[in-house]
């Protein structure tokens, strides 16, 4: 074949697609062989030479020599198999019958459409056969973390390209709350999941995914990674807060000190990488009371009541805990509750305010803006807001003078 140097142009193609040159041979010898097939009913004597040094290809023919009274009458003459004596010895005056004349195929014996057809079929296949590679490789890698540059930013998603060039998708619902990205910035994400969309992989990324957490103890606490210590379950609330429960089967470990560092030294890059994401590390157990007096750090608890059939319970604490162990807006409450799987309901645990009420209790009569806005104040409970006076609670909140009396006068109704 004169100078067919499709390899030549695919080597390009193949290097950038991170396909490796034997399997690119394979196909277009299948490729050619597909095509010989339709132009002469069969490939079983044609030889497919691919030449990995130069680069080119090469069709060869194998052809059964016979009489030329053959040639002329029989049936099963077959001129792509046979070729007359007569024919044979212009090639080559020394042949005689039953032996093998080899010519070689030159691309032109095809046809115009049919090379451009080949050519359409090499490309179709060996972007099928991409895709299928990058399928399979990150659907093996769901679950690691990887880094790459950013591309482009859209509205609702950030493409990402990986070292190798493979376009991956961070979705603005798996970016953390605070992430700012722009072309360029070097991104660390988990891979999440691989889909199929019109037969084209999509790979997804996530800031926001607990495995994602996870990865990255297992790459700052070398403990972890060594199975040293084991992490029993993660939650988050990207950007705000997380707790992660962990357990050793060392006695000689502390699992909490060896996640945290000397002086915080681990914990501080997970830290940043998270956006200032607040992280309690917590020592797992099965007893499901210590648990969630942990889950519930910085919070201490006077008691606890559990109903294990219910799965919930019933925490009392002092007056100046309960707003620790409920955290800013809610967020250590429902992670501790999430993390040991009870839904937890605080209690004041006090001799003096037995019949007070907590502010949150009136939420479907106030407004939560205005309940904050007291507990912005230290005021969380009935009481503490009817000790004052209306004067007071306006110079000290943003409220107008009727809202402060209006509340009041709900919070009086409760103990009349």
């Not at 046809?111 to 490309?123: D, H, M």
């Not at 990674?225 to 997380?242: F, H, M, N, S």
Request: proline content about 3%; aromatic content about 8%.
């Amino acid at each position: 074949m004169e100078n067919i140097n499709l390899i030549e142009s695919f080597s390009e193609f193949k290097e950038m697609k991170n396909i490796d040159r034997a399997t690119l041979m394979s196909i277009l010898e299948d490729v050619f062989r597909s095509m010989i097939r339709k132009r002469w009913g069969s490939d079983e004597n044609f030889d497919v030479i691919v030449n990995p040094e130069r680069g080119d290809l090469e069709i060869w023919r194998n052809r059964e020599i016979v009489d030329d009274e053959f040639a002329e009458d029989s049936f099963d003459y077959d001129e792509n198999k046979h070729i007359a004596l007569s024919a044979a010895q212009k090639i080559e005056p020394d042949f005689e019958i039953g032996e093998q004349v080899t010519d070689k195929i030159k691309l032109d014996d095809f046809g115009r459409r049919a090379v451009l057809a080949i050519r359409q079929n090499l490309v179709s296949r060996v972007l099928d056969l991409e895709k299928d590679s990058l399928y399979r490789k990150y659907k093996e890698r769901v679950g690691d973390v990887i880094t790459g540059e950013v591309y482009q930013v859209w509205k609702k998603e950030t493409m990402i390209l990986d070292d190798e060039g493979n376009e991956l998708i961070l979705p603005k619902t798996e970016q953390i709350p605070g992430d700012f990205f722009k072309k360029g910035d070097s991104v660390r994400a988990v891979v999440y999941k691989v889909d199929l969309r019109n037969n084209s992989p999509v790979i997804i990324l996530s800031r926001t995914a607990p495995s994602f957490l996870e990865k990255l103890f297992e790459m700052e606490v070398p403990e972890i990674y060594d199975g040293l210590i084991t992490i029993k379950k993660i939650v988050r609330e990207p950007g705000e807060r997380a707790k992660v429960a962990v357990e050793s089967y060392d006695d000689r470990i502390d699992p909490v000190g060896a996640c945290v560092g000397m002086k915080g030294s681990r914990i501080h890059g997970i830290v940043r990488e998270l956006r200032n994401e607040n992280i309690d590390v917590i020592n797992y157990t099965a007893n499901a009371q210590l648990l969630i007096q942990r889950a519930l750090s910085p919070a201490k608890i006077t008691s606890i009541k559990l109903d294990e059939e219910n799965k919930r319970a019933e925490v009392f604490l002092k007056p100046d805990q309960v707003s620790l162990a409920i955290g800013k807006g809610g967020h250590n409450i429902r992670l501790a509750g999430r993390l040991t799987g009870y839904e937890i309901d605080v209690y004041r645990d006090t001799d003096e305010d037995v019949e007070d009420v907590g502010i949150d209790e009136f939420s479907d009569e106030i407004e939560a803006w205005i309940i904050d806005e007291f507990k912005a104040i230290g005021c969380d409970t009935a009481k503490s807001v009817l000790e004052l006076s209306d004067e007071e609670l306006v110079k000290r909140t943003d409220l107008e003078e009727e809202t402060v009396r209006e509340v009041k006068r709900i919070l009086r109704s409760e103990f009349e």
